[in-house]
């Protein structure tokens, strides 16, 4: 069975592998049960009934709210070349009537409504309709609609209810990225669900990069990462409409073409500015929160908060229209404490203090998240309930770098207080005297100590952070019993003598969204490859990324497929676009690949499908890329490092990004008992960014770029 759906993936969409619970889903919507699947926004939803609908016999009906995405849905539809419609009122009469009767002749697989159709006068006439074509899957995408527990009630869907009592042997699919017990029972109590199949889904988006960069000169920051980011496509909210006018003005004043957005313009001109960035002919949209809703964009690179979202949902929702194609994009937030005091007042709804007192916990909450020193996709997840690892490695403090701090002092308080109460307790014991703690446990005499209070510069975590550090560099040692008893030893008179001082990793500096790297594939291919594709986009008059997907064009870039076979394992590609569009694309690949001597690189791909998760690091650089060459042709690594006049260590470094992507293994490098023991040094640490820390922990000869190895090898490990 699996095998035919990922037959059907392939052929219809182009896609290799299902994503998240696609496969169950799709498996139990075969199997004729209702189903109920909750996926974060860019999960991948349309598939879970597309695809049924392609290997049933008979029509599929799906509820859509948004007339401007059924739209969207169906061109795609037509582009990998299935027969797809909706029927809505922009349509004339006669329109519609030809749908109808498509429908009915059995000329369509897939028949799009919104669901005040089934309302009022019409709707008696409607449902004969459907009678006639007897349907064989229902699917209700953003079902949470139905809820008035959800964040977006639409009373006509309460009307969806009917479905089940007027067809009860057709099966019903219900879809959202709405995760709340209340919500999710209300959809299955309104559209009497029997006995539903429910999945939830991770929310975690792997391929989004959280960054907060403090509020200074936030407008400067976002021209330079716009100036990094030319040919991306993103959005800028702003908590004003008069601000996101003055942004926008203000980038078109520096050369970038940035068009505002908020509900105070008339409809027919948000329409056009909506339109615009769709088809990417505008690239950034400074807006208020009213755009978004209805956006279907896959290829959304940024999404920045130029001020501080008033709560996590709405910022998980804003950040999430962000990489819906699965490649890396970035979120952006600029965080002022003075944004949180706007806010307040803001949020304070008249008359009803219950209201007021939840939008203010949500603030505080959002705060919080601003102000966290940790990951930042620990603390989302665990938000919306899930269980996350402390370290991501694409979050502006996992990829960020410790900083050394002299802690000379801070150890010498330390020290003399483990001294001062005779060496008999823990760490928290020691920690608390120092802080200063009025707790009962703390001895009377213990409060008369000098030491007692001189500790108050520093957060508990702080000086627990400092005797971990401590311990590992044996300048103190702990007792083996369950007490754990911190006692001094020869080292630590060293530091009371100030004959030694203590570095300590201290401050963590996070990372910057500016800074980050640009990918490796090859860029002005990519360039002329998007504007193959806008040629056969403006032909077809639908948008560019409904031809072929950014994913899809970043792939060719990065392995150069040169003939049909090779097309057909880029993903994206089913063979109906193959056959449509492939000669373009293959086209202008040849071409390039010819002018600047490239060849296919097609052999990468093929081992990199092997990898279970597609989570779309930047791709190897090119002098990443000749030191593999090199490699793989049979060099030395010391050969390498002389013929590239740099060190063996560096190139490890080189070769460790491809022990990243699996195409090398650890084993090529080193024995397995010094993996092991660099692995133990990197648990040890309790994390993989920092390099330094690891490198303290080994004997002299691990090199750095040995290190660097078994951190990849290390990550994947965790991953699989
Ligand atoms: P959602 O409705 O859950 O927000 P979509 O159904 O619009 O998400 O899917 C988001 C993007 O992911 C689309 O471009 C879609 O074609 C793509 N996609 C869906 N399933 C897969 C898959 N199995 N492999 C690769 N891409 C996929
Ligand atoms: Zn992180």
């Known amino acids: 069975m699996k095998d035919r759906l990922l037959k059907v993936l ?24 209702d189903v109920l699947a909750i996926m974060p926004t860019g999960g991948g939803k349309s598939i879970c009934y597309q695809l049924p609908a392609l290997m ?18 169906v061109d795609a539809l037509h582009a990998n070349g299935i027969a797809a419609a909706f029927l809505n009122s922009t349509q004339s009469s006669q329109e519609q009537q030809k749908i109808m009767q ?40 953003e079902a949470h609609c139905i809820s008035q527990w959800g964040h977006d009630f639409r009373p006509e869907y309460l009307q969806l209810s009917v479905l089940k009592k007027q067809f009860p042997a057709t099966p019903v699919i219900a879809l959202t990225a709405s995760a709340d017990k209340l919500t999710q029972n209300d959809i299955i109590e309104k559209l009497e669900l029997r006995q539903p199949k429910v999945f939830i889904s991770s929310f975690n988006r792997p391929n989004i990069y959280y960054y907060i960069e403090p509020k200074r000169n936030a407008f400067g920051s976002i021209v330079e990462y716009l100036r990094h980011h030319k040919d991306d496509s993103g959005i800028i909210y702003a908590l004003s409409r008069a601000s996101t006018e003055g942004i926008a003005g203000r980038l078109r004043e520096v050369g970038i073409a940035a068009m505002h957005y908020h509900a105070g313009m008339d409809s027919a001109e948000r329409n056009k500015v909506q339109e615009q960035f769709q088809r990417d002919e505008i690239k950034v949209i400074v807006a208020t929160i009213a755009f978004g809703m209805g956006i279907d964009k896959s290829n959304v690179r940024f999404v920045i908060h130029h001020d501080v979202p008033k709560n996590i949902e709405g910022y998980y929702q804003e950040t999430g229209r962000a990489g819906r194609d699965g490649l890396r994009s970035d979120a952006i937030l600029f965080y002022s404490a003075g944004d949180i005091v706007k806010l307040k007042k803001f949020i304070a709804i008249e008359n009803n203090q219950q209201q007021t007192a939840i939008a203010e916990k949500k603030l505080r909450q959002m705060q919080e998240f601003c102000e966290h020193e940790g990951c930042r996709r620990q603390y989302l997840l665990q938000y919306f309930g899930e269980s996350a690892p402390a370290y991501c490695g694409s979050c502006d403090y996992c990829l960020g770098e410790l900083e050394e701090k002299d802690a000379t002092v801070d150890a ?32 009377p005499e213990h409060k008369e100590l000098k030491v007692y209070g001189i500790g108050k510069n520093l957060k508990k975590e702080e000086w627990a952070w400092i005797v971990k550090q401590l311990l590992q560099n044996g300048f103190i040692t702990k007792s083996d019993d369950m007490y754990s008893v911190l006692k001094l030893n020869e080292k630590s008179w060293l530091i ?84 449509k569009y492939g ?31 597609r989570i779309a690091p930047a791709g190897p650089s ?18 390498i490092a002389e013929q590239r006049n740099m060190t063996v260590s560096t190139v ?64 994947r490990m965790q991953m699989s």
């Open 10 to 33: 392939k052929h219809n969409f182009g896609y290799d592998s299902f994503r998240l619970e696609q496969e169950q889903v799709i498996s139990s919507v075969l199997d004729q049960k």
């Open 56 to 73: 049933l016999q008979g029509l599929t009906v799906v509820i859509s709210p948004l007339i401007a995405l059924m739209k969207d849905q």
């Open 102 to 141: 498509q429908a009915r002749t059995g000329g369509l697989k897939l028949l799009y409504l919104a669901p005040e159709r089934l309302n009022g006068g019409n709707g008696q006439y409607f449902f004969r309709f459907l009678k006639e074509v007897n349907p064989v899957l229902f699917a209700i995408d």
């Open 412 to 443: 010498q308080k330390l020290l003399s207080a483990i001294s001062r109460t005779g060496e008999r307790y823990g760490a928290n014991y020691v920690i608390d005297v120092l802080r200063g703690s009025a707790a009962e446990k703390i001895l």
């Open 496 to 579: 009371l003598r100030s004959e030694s001082q203590v570095k300590l990793v201290m401050k963590k500096h996070k990372a910057q969204a500016v800074a980050e790297d640009a990918p490796g594939y090859e860029k002005d291919l990519l360039k002329m490859l998007k504007e193959v594709r806008l040629e056969f986009a403006e032909r077809e008059h639908v948008p560019a990324y409904n031809i072929v997907a950014d994913t899809a064009l970043i792939e060719l870039a990065t392995y150069l497929p040169q003939n049909y076979d090779e097309l057909k394992h880029i993903s994206g590609f089913g063979d109906y676009k193959v056959g």
């Open 583 to 613: 000669s373009g694309f293959i086209n202008a690949v040849k071409a390039y690949s010819k002018e600047h001597g490239l060849e296919s690189q097609m052999h990468f791909r093929k081992q990199k499908k092997e990898r279970k998760e």
């Open 622 to 639: 090119n002098t990443q890329m000749v030191s593999l060459k090199m490699f793989k042709a049979g060099l030395p690594l010391d050969e």
């Open 652 to 715: 490890e470094g080189h070769l460790a990004a491809f022990i990243a992507t699996g195409e090398l293994n650890i084993s090529q490098f080193m024995p397995r008992e010094k993996a092991e023991t660099i692995m133990k040094a990197i648990k040890q640490t309790g994390q993989v960014h920092a390099i330094k820390p690891i490198k303290d922990l080994l004997p002299e000869d691990v090199s750095y770029g040995e290190i660097r190895m078994a951190m990849e090898h290390y990550k």
